[in-house]
């Protein structure tokens, strides 16, 4: 052990301390892991003001509405209870990222804290590739101040009720607000037209007589031109349901579609964390690791704070086996973790199988590039699709259950062995995917010059039809935003045979 | 690297959220505090409350798919000693491994959902559209004694009122519409004067500062710095006070006639009304007189548990009462309620004299007074008034502040009360008798 002494000592801390903490993990993440973060900016908060921004999904800013005061009123009775500790961070991705710690955590843990979402979540924040794709980390901060006080002005203009009511209906189709793909710009008037004069002069020059004596297609495949035509022009299919009905709905005021345009911007601002929170978790919890433990060596945490620290850490990344009574899935922050030590483990001491399994970095020595290149390219799925090792299957004894609705008895398709590794792998990584995660709900037609009701399709994956009960309440707030009767369908994918057909629901209230 | 310390933020942020939170539930809440209103005990009803309310109306719907069905594949951790191809049981039913409200498997299962109340978010429910009546004591509406309030300013007033901040933004605004010469400027002309006479270069800019420094200081003179035209005075008007404060008086017949059971009900409604009042009023004193054939005020615990032989003489109780007002409590500073609570039982002979002491003394002096009677729990009316309601009864009359009700069962409690105190009734005006509570 180095002989420099602690940059603290007891577990109380003021801002001195924490400045120098902050110091310290800084010149680790970035001189010796290459962390690249945004600025950092560092709050103290209370645990109400904790309570407070956990109900309001983690934003500091956030417009009003009585779901966040059901949130706040829930995780209250809880957190008085005892029942649940609080987080001890809450971290927003945006320029300068913002890490609000709370004043009860000791001195300690507010040292895992900065090295955690301070470093780890930050550099995940600011180099993932889905984050950089899909937010605007400089520009959120300002646009929920926006959104806030439009919100509010609606209200004084409009009353409480009529705000509510727009805000509950999209906040039902939240997780159906989301662009999944950068869409293909729209054409221009020039564009269009020399896109016109293009095909004329193309089909000028193809001109032949002899087509004209060829006997005309079918009356019916005229009507299903129409209907391609008119699917066309409203963007059909469209999977982005609030996009669909901020731009289509034909009764919705225009504040009210600037409500729907709120909520959808939010979602989508939270669609990368949603793809990536195992890594993201990960990321953090190998950085405060990684960093505390380098501290420790260096002298600068007394081995008290150490302890402290890593029975925190343990109970963090803490993975019950799968007939423990505390198991619910697999915790994020082991899986993320647990990947990331075995990366580092593979870079710096590869068995053989190590060497086969991943020979682009197997033994290079370079845990910390492997590991950046790996956080900036990957969400969940591929990255475990992509770096799951054997040898960690074999640690965290993974195995596949393949359960059929119809069948008595779940079966083991696939354990920790030869055979399964890649069984396993697959099967994991597609438990991350969001794609398979996420029901498929599409809008697919509309006859706006007939009776307006709107079809809905629920692509069906593997028979896993929707909750009824659930699904006819949120058809109800698709049908008073649409303002017109609305009819769910549930197909297969693949066969496109028609599971079960809901019965239309019509508007309830007028928006 | 910035530290912000944003513990001094200002506090309850979530209360909006709060409130609208309420406001959606409000039907359901307030359902869910009658029912818990009935079954607590009546010392901590004044403390938050935890309720919990069906979810109708609070779901956060949202598509999802169903909890069973399809074709399922999972990943799960801790294989113990499977090996490929093994067969497992499905666990029973229920035991989702969801868990939480999301679990049941439609949605549909009625889901309570708990949180606590504050206690003054509890009180506010409890006592909703409840309202004294005859909160203005008639008699107070010339009130003599009164409270200064802030009304705007006057160009008049005692020195002690000057309203320095008025008077200066008048005076700066006068004086920059006049083009009052600043003193700075004055100073700069008279440097520049100073050094050109010293100089003695360029005798002619020295005249026309001359000149200028005249004309200046002459303007600085007509126009003043305050002028009486700017003075403002802070003006108070007085506005007569209203009573803040209330006395309650809790009369108990305490005879052997009286069980356990009834004691309890009329605690239930002593303390109802003490929470009630003590909402309304800033400071409510409560007295305790309990009366066989002779009444006497007594303590809180004795008032309640000790117990006392003897017959019964109702009037007492109501001589002991006017003895109370007439010592501590003089009509024209306090509200007067009162609650009389008894089993109904009363010699014959003093009836008439009971009748008379409270139609020409006590009512005429009080807000409002109850009368609650109280029989036992399993025991039918025999059909036939008691002597304490017949006697009460030729005093009730519309518009008065005199109401009677009967309570056998604790769950009776609360709906006498609310009836006795609900806004539309005291609206309607008519304080008739009721029969037994609904």
């Known amino acids: ?511 | 690297m910035n530290i912000i310390d944003r513990r001094l933020n200002p506090q309850g942020k979530s209360l909006a959220n709060r409130q609208r939170f309420l406001r959606r539930a409000r039907a359901q809440i307030v359902k869910a505090v009658r029912e818990a209103s009935g079954s607590r005990s009546i010392q901590d009803i004044g403390n938050g409350e935890k309720i919990s309310i069906p979810m109708d109306g609070l779901r956060e719907s949202s598509f999802h798919r169903a909890a069973k069905g399809g074709i399922r594949d999972h990943v799960v951790p801790g294989n113990k000693d499977f090996i490929e191809g093994d067969h497992i049981k499905k666990p029973e039913d229920g035991d989702g491994q969801g868990g939480g409200n999301q679990g049941s498997a439609d949605g549909e299962g009625q889901d309570d959902f708990a949180f606590v109340l504050s206690k003054e978010e509890f009180l506010d429910i409890f006592l909703d559209d409840l309202e004294l009546p005859d909160l203005v004591k008639k008699k107070m509406k010339q009130a003599e004694s009164t409270t200064p309030m802030r009304a705007g300013y006057s160009s008049t007033g005692s020195p002690a009122n000057l309203n320095v901040v008025r008077t200066m933004r008048n005076s700066l605004s006068r004086r920059i519409a006049l083009r009052r010469p600043k003193p700075a400027e004055l100073e700069e002309l008279e440097a520049e004067i100073r050094a050109l006479e010293e100089s003695g270069l360029d005798p002619e800019r020295l005249s026309v500062l001359r000149l200028e420094f005249d004309r200046l200081s002459a303007k600085s003179k007509r126009v003043p710095y305050i002028d009486p035209l700017d003075v403002r005075y802070s003006r108070f008007e007085h506005i007569p006070k209203p009573i803040t404060q209330a006395v309650m008086f809790c009369l108990m017949d305490v005879s052997g006639s009286m069980t356990e059971h009834m004691k309890d009900l009329a605690k239930r409604f002593f303390m109802l009304l003490y929470l009630f009042l003590s909402r309304r009023y800033r400071h409510v004193d409560v007295v305790f007189i309990r009366h066989t054939h002779e009444a006497k005020e007594v303590d809180e615990d004795t008032f309640f548990y000790s117990t006392e032989t003897g017959g019964t003489v109702v009037s007492t109780a109501l001589i002991e009462m006017k003895k109370v007002i007439d010592d501590r409590y003089p009509i024209g500073d306090w509200n007067i309620y009162c609650a009389q609570v008894s089993d109904g039982d009363n010699t014959s002979s003093d009836n008439a004299k009971t009748a008379g002491l409270l139609e020409d003394v006590i009512l005429p002096a009080c807000q409002y007074f109850a009368y609650i009677e109280v029989g036992a729990e399993y025991k039918d009316w025999l059909g036939r008034d008691s002597d304490l309601w017949r006697t009460y009864k030729p005093v009730v009359r519309p518009g008065g502040h005199l109401a009677m009700r009967r309570v056998r069962v604790r769950s009776q409690i609360f709906p006498v009360f609310r009836d006795l105190f609900s806004k539309e009734r005291h609206d309607s005006t008519t304080w008739a008798a009721g029969g037994e509570g609904p």
């Not at chain 1, 005229?222 to 289509?248: D, H, I, T, V």
């Open chain 1, 1 to 511: 052990m180095n002989d420099s002494t602690p940059l603290f000592t007891g577990a109380d801390w003021d801002f001195d301390k924490v400045a120098r903490v902050y110091d310290a993990v800084e010149a680790i993440a970035k001189g010796e892991m290459g962390l690249v973060t945004y600025p950092n900016q560092i709050e103290v908060i209370t645990a109400e003001q904790m309570l407070d921004a956990y109900s309001s999904i983690g934003m500091p800013l956030m417009y009003k509405h009585w779901s966040f005061g059901k949130h706040f009123a829930q995780d209250e009775t809880l957190y008085r209870k005892g029942m649940r500790g609080l987080a001890y961070e809450i971290v927003i991705n945006s320029s300068p990222c913002i890490s609000y710690i709370m004043e009860e955590n000791s001195m300690a843990m507010q040292t895992l804290v900065i090295a955690h979402a301070a470093f780890g979540h930050n550099h995940f924040f600011k180099n993932n590739g889905l984050f950089r794709q899909w937010t605007d980390a400089k520009g959120i901060l300002d646009y929920m101040e926006f959104a806030k006080g439009y919100v509010a002005q609606c209200e004084e203009r409009h009353g409480h009720q009529a705000v509510e009511r727009v805000l509950d209906a999209a906040h039902a189709l939240m997780s159906h607000g989301v662009h999944k793909y950068p869409r293909k710009r729209t054409p221009d008037l020039a564009d269009e037209e020399r896109r016109a004069a293009e095909r004329n002069a193309y089909q000028e020059k193809m001109f032949n007589d002899l087509w004209r004596t060829v006997p005309k297609p079918a009356a019916t495949r005229q009507g299903s031109q129409e209907l391609a035509e008119r699917k066309r022009r409203l963007g059909l299919p469209e999977e982005n349901l609030l996009y669909f009905l901020e731009k289509m709905a034909p009764k919705l005021a225009p504040w009210q579609r600037e409500l729907i345009r709120i909520v959808r911007k939010i979602s989508q601002y939270f669609y990368p964390q949603k793809q990536t929170k195992m890594m993201n978790e990960g990321c953090a919890t190998f950085t405060h690791y990684t960093i505390v433990n380098r501290m420790h060596e260096l002298g600068l945490l007394s081995d008290g704070a150490m302890l402290e620290i890593l029975h925190s850490h343990t109970s963090v990344v803490f993975q019950p086996d799968f007939d423990d009574r505390r198991y619910s899935g697999i915790n994020p922050y082991a899986l993320g973790f647990n990947m990331m030590s075995d990366i580092r483990r593979i870079c710096e001491a590869p068995t053989q199988e190590d060497r086969e399994w991943f020979p682009d970095f197997a033994g290079n020595g370079d845990p910390y590039g492997t590991l950046r290149q790996a956080w900036a390219d990957y969400r969940d799925e591929s990255f475990v699709l992509q770096y799951l090792s054997p040898a960690l299957i074999r640690k965290m004894r993974l195995f596949k259950i393949h359960d059929v609705a119809e069948n008595s008895e779940m079966e083991v398709t696939a354990i920790h062995n030869e055979r399964g590794y890649r069984e396993v792998r697959r099967s994991l990584a597609r438990s991350y995917d969001i794609a398979h995660l996420e029901t498929d709900i599409q809008i697919v037609d509309v006859d706006l010059a007939g009776d307006r009701r709107l079809i809905v399709h629920h692509l069906v994956d593997n028979g896993m039809l929707l909750a009824e009960a659930e699904a006819i309440r949120v058809l109800r707030h698709i049908a008073n935003l649409w303002g017109y009767e609305v009819r769910l369908i549930e197909i297969e994918s693949g066969t496109d045979a028609v599971l079960k057909t809901y019965e239309d629901v019509a508007p309830t209230t007028v928006m």
